[in-house]
């Protein structure tokens, strides 16, 4: 079983939720969590992929880009607070 670094232990570690107990659940939300990007912009393509497989009149007539605004994640980003976040982390974990 994985050990997980000190903070970043998935819900279930500590906590009495069944639904997280299972050590192989553990696993796969670990693996899942690990494997988001660190920069949370909007996935565009994502947007396509859902404009293919839910073919709606409404949802079709319009680009993916009038569904989502990344301005707030732009803004974090360019200020350098997203990195600050992750220097923090990895300086934390490094101890």
Do not use: W
């Amino acid at each position: 079983m994985t050990k997980f670094p000190h903070g970043l232990c998935p819900l279930g570690c500590g906590m009495d939720v069944a639904l997280y107990t299972d050590p192989a659940m553990l696993e796969g939300v670990y693996a899942e969590a690990t494997d988001l990007p660190n920069k949370p912009y909007p996935s565009i393509e994502g947007l396509k992929n859902m404009q293919a497989v839910y073919p709606i009149l409404a949802l079709t007539r319009k680009k993916p880009e009038d569904f989502v605004d990344a301005s707030f994640v732009t803004e974090l980003d360019k200020s350098g607070y997203i990195d600050s976040l992750y220097k923090q982390a990895n300086a934390g974990a490094a101890k």
